[in-house]
């Protein structure tokens, strides 16, 4: 299989990986001199494994480090974190859940630099926690949006199924001809990034550049398929507060754009019954035009990075001993330890693929698996102090096209306006 993987838009060398040499033994350049214990950033811990299970792993590695995770409510979890900071009683590592926040704590001098801490080569979304060339978090995971479809469906339907070549015309006619009765062809979620994640991506723009042009026919095409029924419409949505989780995994959408992240909540739930059993499968993200499509090529879309970075108050063993766990984090080790339990690691080769694919009731074939590993990844957040305003901005555009309020030239021309004003 072609597995040529791609992250902020460069070609990762991951045949070049030394796997033996990538735990977090070696990647850092200092050890602590003693027992230390450190404390963790978390959120979710009852449905989101990843914590315990990296904490877990790295102390088995290293007896005399004990990592103790500290729970924050996942809604609040960045203004938590800074008031936590700023009072002096945050957490020893910092986990990074959204790229757009860490200038926040960069600038306010709450990050150690971590350029020090050696990555693994081929590793993905490294490059979205440089600020000035220093490196303020190791990306630990990295998703990526892809299709998932519901192959039991488009067989009842007599549809085609995804093979890797699709554009986004390929996509919006597979959801006319999935759609029947109550059951839709394609669930669009609310998210601003299901509609400008793609348009960004594909035409090589930065969110950032405050021209938003590019993104009408993304935008015409997903009103489009509102208006002919084959996805539920973003008032529908919003009104009844649908979740993509049901939609999908009740059988109320064939296809869905989603995160990599949705796997692993997939599997868990057709294994409790939470989701209905049926066979299942990735795509590729439909692309732009053909010269991305097909499993010669490599699609184009977009995710961002989650990491972990160290309070800048730690220093001596406690410093050594942080960085020494994002070192391993970021290893080859952790890599599996994640993909064991469904989750995306930043780094991925082919054993990582087969050991993610090798968990009970993923799916087996080699279409998912290339959607999976095969991919240019554009960063969703670039990393700029401005992000989070515009990105405020196009969410507020993003509402008032999908919703209606607004017609779609009105609504760029106003975010261009606003990005112009309120961000120069």
Request: hydrophobic residues 40%; negative net charge; contains cysteine.
């Amino acid at each position: 299989m072609n597995r040529k993987i791609l992250a902020a838009g460069s070609i990762a060398a991951v045949a070049a990986l030394a796997l033996t040499g990538c735990s977090g033994s070696s990647d850092t350049p200092s050890e602590p001199s003693g027992p230390v214990t450190l404390s963790l950033s978390a959120w979710s811990v009852d449905t989101t494994p990843e914590f315990q299970a990296l904490a877990d792993a790295f102390h088995e590695e290293n007896p005399d480090i004990t990592i103790k995770l500290k729970e924050y409510d996942a809604a609040e979890y960045n203004t938590l974190i800074t008031a936590d900071l700023a009072a002096g009683s945050g957490p020893d590592i910092i986990t990074q859940k959204e790229v757009k926040a860490l200038t926040t704590f960069q600038e306010g001098g709450q990050l150690l630099d971590v350029s020090d801490v050696k990555l693994p080569d081929g590793i993905g979304g490294a490059d979205s926690y440089k600020v000035d060339g220093k490196a303020y978090a190791v990306p630990y995971r990295q998703d990526s949006w892809v299709l998932y479809y519901n192959k039991t469906l488009f067989d009842a339907a007599g549809v085609a199924q995804p093979d890797g070549s699709w554009t986004w015309d390929d996509y919006a006619d597979a959801a006319a001809k999935l759609t029947k009765g109550d059951a839709k062809g394609a669930y669009l979620h609310r998210w601003q990034s299901t509609v400008q994640g793609f348009a960004n991506a594909q035409d090589d723009v930065s969110p950032l550049d405050g021209e938003y042009e590019h993104m009408k026919p993304y935008y015409e095409r997903a009103l489009k398929m509102q208006e002919e029924g084959s996805q539920v419409d973003f008032n529908t949505s919003s009104a009844n507060q649908l979740t993509y989780q049901g939609e999908f995994g009740k059988q109320k959408a064939a296809m869905m754009l989603m995160g990599t992240w949705y796997t692993g909540t997939l599997i868990a739930q057709q294994a409790s019954g939470e989701a209905d059993t049926f066979e299942w499968g990735i795509a590729p993200a439909p692309q732009k035009d053909e010269s991305t499509t097909g499993t010669d090529n490599t699609p184009v879309t977009f995710g961002d990075p989650t990491g972990f970075g160290v309070n800048a108050a730690l220093e001596g063993d406690k410093a050594a001993a942080a960085k020494k766990f994002l070192g391993f984090a970021a290893s080859a080790d952790a890599a599996k330890v994640l993909a064991g339990i469904g989750i995306t690691p930043a780094l991925i080769d082919d054993s990582i693929v087969d050991t993610y694919f090798g968990v009970e009731g993923a799916p087996t074939d080699d279409l998912s698996k290339f959607a999976w590993s095969t991919h240019k990844v554009l960063a969703e957040n670039p990393t700029s102090s401005t992000t989070a305003t515009v990105q405020g901005i196009l969410g507020d555009m993003h509402t008032a096209i999908m919703s209606g309020s607004t017609d779609v030239d009105k609504a760029l021309t106003e975010a261009q306006d606003r990005v112009a004003n309120e961000v120069g």
